[in-house]
């Protein structure tokens, strides 16, 4: 049992910390913003060295690393909250590189592993016709995997180039997936799909431990410098208690998040269990955080030129591409309690 | 990174739950309404077994156990609402004694608190003074070779059950606060010490103690005179080591989930038909995940050999602030039914909610308020200016 980096989980989380920090920086997202919300430069590079097929085996080309390790990359990703669908693609390699996704096109699972190809996943099934809805990424990836009437469907095809406008400015777009080709049908769909979808919420709730100890350092550093009374507004004691409230949750999140992602590994009988609690937690502590921080800035924290906002807004968009978190809730209380007998 | 326990660590949990099914009964968990969260038995055998000794670190002479099985044990006596309050409070006594103690009170006091046959108890609060433990004030003063005591302690948890204090006492009043502290293991039969109860909201008893010309020979002397602040860091380092509490809530949680399965309410769905029931119960049960997330990191860090601090505060603040939530929600879920208590024939389940409900907030007091430990958060973990004296 080890709770804290191995030396080269440690070496990763350095020169992918440094590459965030130089590469996506609060212009470079407030840059992406102005755009379809991707930062093609930074995906180059990360491309480069490896990060979006690294969770992929690597007989098909990838990095062979666990989840844990790609999890280490996302949240450093989730700190700089950089513009570039990390996430969802690095789940779509690996799902295109087992079981039901190896019967992909040729040449998808290479391109795609590579990072030439971008990929995203519909974390909602396409609706009727075929449409999936507001698809993370949806914007920019070049390929698409998602339900449609229950199977399991990769999309190819050009991708919009733009956005659907969004509280955080995030790569939201409808793609069509009617002509999409099927990977699996019936129960190894739902398999397949689920199983990914359970690695996209144990990332998630990593990257958004990165956002939280983030948003926190910001927070620190600000009320540290920031002087009200004659004296850093950092050594009043509401100041401080909300921080240390804040930095307790997201320390909790940090911990339960990556306890998550050891039991997507392990393939724990509850590994879906906890990464669904993991994202949930996350997601409220990343929102708690960010909103005590952007308070402690007063009034620049409101402001567009400061960074709080960036991500204020990003804590709470990331958990609603999946959908209200009350269906979220919903699905692990029918998971525990069987599901709900009609009202009266 | 790796979260999963060891193989061992699973298999002593379940040498804990045979040990737990053999030697814990219902009347031991019942027995506690009288206050005392503490058994004799139970305790006898926990000693017996070899995990009171075990518990003290190894480089004082203690077994050493594994800090990552140490915290299983907590874990499963919590989970199963054994009272073993005085297993800690020996544990750290023992510690103490180990660490800082002269031959006398080694051979004195050492193996009767590991065979379980004595108990210790704490004395550090007083009642002008908690959270500042070092403005204690109870005085001893020399007296030839030995020591005079005159003073009163508050929330003597245990004293009324227990063979020794340690308690804390000023020996200099004219130097600056944390340096004129003195500990001493006092033996509770010395003539001029009394002890009365103190009751509480909770089911949970505690003491005030009265020291009245406490005469008492240096050997009983804890470390240094005036080096009292010293012995109690290393009080606090060993209380992180045992300290348990991790786990309070999923005895509620599940019957919570009892009484929402089973409960039958006029014209209205079951409760656990009831989606804010439904997600008040899934939100507790991520909190308790993150307990164990907390719980399983510290005993990993000690385990390896790493001495943790903040992480420790970060733990209890969030176990006790979610378990006092935890019980208001399900207090309010039953309602009127909720409020009977277990002198109730008709109370759900002995009225363990109602019961956890008023033990709760003494959870966010004692060892260190929520509030003294957000400063430590801020201060240690932060790294924000210090906001008190
Ligand atoms: C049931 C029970 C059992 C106990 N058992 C023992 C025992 O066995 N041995 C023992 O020695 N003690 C014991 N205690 C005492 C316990 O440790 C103290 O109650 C605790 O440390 C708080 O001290 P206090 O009660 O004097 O509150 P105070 O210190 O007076 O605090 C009052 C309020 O002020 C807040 N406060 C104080 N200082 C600060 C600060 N710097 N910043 C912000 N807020 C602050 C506190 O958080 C609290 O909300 C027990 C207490 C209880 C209730």
């Not at chain 1, 550093?221 to 004659?230: P, T």
């Not at chain 2, 009892?258 to 909190?287: E, Y």
């Not at chain 2, 430990?373 to 973990?381: D, F, K, P």
Request: hydrophobic share 45%.
């Amino acid at each position: 049992m080890r709770t804290r980096y191995s030396e080269d989980q440690q070496a990763v989380s350095e020169a992918f910390g440094e590459l965030f920090a130089r590469e996506s920086t609060a212009e470079a997202v407030r840059a992406a913003e102005a755009g379809c919300g991707f930062d093609r430069g930074l995906w180059d590079k990360l491309a480069l060295a490896g990060a979006p097929g690294m969770a992929a085996p690597a007989t098909d080309g990838g990095g062979g690393a666990s989840l844990v390790d790609l999890a280490v990359v996302v949240h450093e990703w989730g700190r700089r909250i950089a513009s570039v669908p990390l996430v969802e693609h690095a789940v779509v390699a690996r799902l295109l590189c087992t079981g039901a996704g190896r019967s992909a096109p040729d040449g998808l699972r290479e391109a795609v592993v590579s990072g030439e190809l971008v990929a995203t996943l519909a974390l909602r099934p396409a609706a009727a016709g075929g449409t999936a809805r507001l698809v993370p990424a949806g914007a920019v990836a070049d390929v698409v995997a998602g339900l449609r009437d229950g199977d399991l469907v990769l999309g190819r095809g050009e991708p919009p180039g733009q956005a659907r406008p969004n509280t955080a400015d995030l790569p939201l777009a409808d793609r069509d997936l009617s002509d999409a080709v099927i990977l699996a049908t019936g129960g190894s769909a739902r398999g397949a799909f689920d199983a990914a979808l359970t690695e996209w919420k144990a990332l998630m709730s990593v990257a958004y431990a990165g956002l939280a100890t983030e948003v926190l350092a910001m927070g620190v550093a600000y009320v540290k410098q920031r002087h009200q009374f004659g004296v850093p507004v950092g050594s009043f004691q509401a100041v401080q208690h909300g921080l240390a409230d804040a930095a307790t949750r997201a320390e909790g999140a940090r911990l339960l998040a990556f306890r998550a992602a050891c039991a997507v590994d392990a393939a724990n009988a509850g590994a879906d269990r906890l990464a669904s609690m993991a994202l949930l937690f996350s997601a409220e502590s990343a929102r708690f955080a960010s909103d005590r921080v952007l308070q402690y800035h007063g009034g620049y924290g409101y402001s567009a030129e400061y960074d709080v906002q960036l991500y204020y807004r990003r804590a709470a968009a990331w958990l609603l591409q999946l959908g209200e978190p009350a269906s979220e809730i919903a699905r692990l209380s029918d998971a525990e309690f069987g599901p709900k007998v009609g009202a009266a | 990174m790796d979260f999963r326990l060891p193989a061992q660590a699973e298999a002593f949990r379940a040498e804990v739950q045979e040990f737990l099914a053999e030697h814990l009964t219902a009347e031991m968990i019942a027995a506690t309404r009288d206050g005392t969260i503490h058994s004799p038995g139970l305790h006898r055998a926990i000693a017996d077994r070899g995990w009171l000794s075990g518990a003290v670190p190894a480089e004082l002479g203690g077994g050493g156990m594994d800090p990552v099985e140490l915290c299983v044990l907590l874990e499963e006596l919590q989970l199963h609402q054994a009272p073993a309050d005085a297993l800690g409070v020996a544990v750290v006594t023992v510690s103490m004694i180990l660490e800082h103690g002269n031959d006398f009170l080694r051979a004195e006091a050492v193996p009767r608190l590991l065979s379980g046959e004595a108990l210790g108890c704490f004395g550090y609060s007083e009642p002008e003074s908690g959270s500042d433990v070092a403005a204690a004030r109870t005085r001893a003063v020399r007296d030839g070779d030995g020591w005079i005591i005159n003073g009163s302690k508050m929330w003597t948890t245990l004293a009324h059950v227990a063979d020794y204090v340690l308690l804390l006492t000023r020996t200099d009043p004219d130097v600056p606060k944390h340096r004129g502290l003195t500990f001493f293991v006092v033996p509770l039969d010395t003539p001029g010490i009394e002890i009365r109860p103190v009751a509480t909201m909770g089911t949970e008893r505690s003491n005030a103690t009265f020291y009245d010309d406490v005469r008492l020979g240096d050997e009983w002397r804890l470390g240094e005179v005036n080096g009292g602040w010293d012995v109690m860091k290393t009080a606090l380092k060993y209380e992180r080591g045992i300290a348990g509490g991790q786990f309070p809530s999923p005895p509620v949680i599940e019957a919570a989930i009892d009484w929402a399965r089973t409960a039958r309410r006029a014209d209205r769905p079951r409760p656990i038909d009831d989606d804010t029931v439904r997600h008040r119960l899934v939100q507790a049960m991520i909190d308790v995940e993150v307990c164990r997330s907390f719980a399983y990191h510290t005993a990993a860090l000690a385990s390896q050999g790493e001495m943790f601090g903040v992480e420790g505060s970060m733990t209890k603040l969030f176990a006790s602030e979610s378990y006092k939530k935890h019980c208001a929600w399900f207090l309010d879920m039953m309602g009127a039914e909720g409020l009977l208590t277990h002198d109730d024939p008709g109370a759900h389940m002995d009225g363990l909610i109602e019961e956890h409900f008023r033990h709760a907030p003494v959870t966010a007091i004692y060892g260190g308020t929520s509030e003294i430990n957000r400063n430590l958060v801020a201060e240690g973990w932060l790294g924000l200016p210090r906001s008190r004296s």
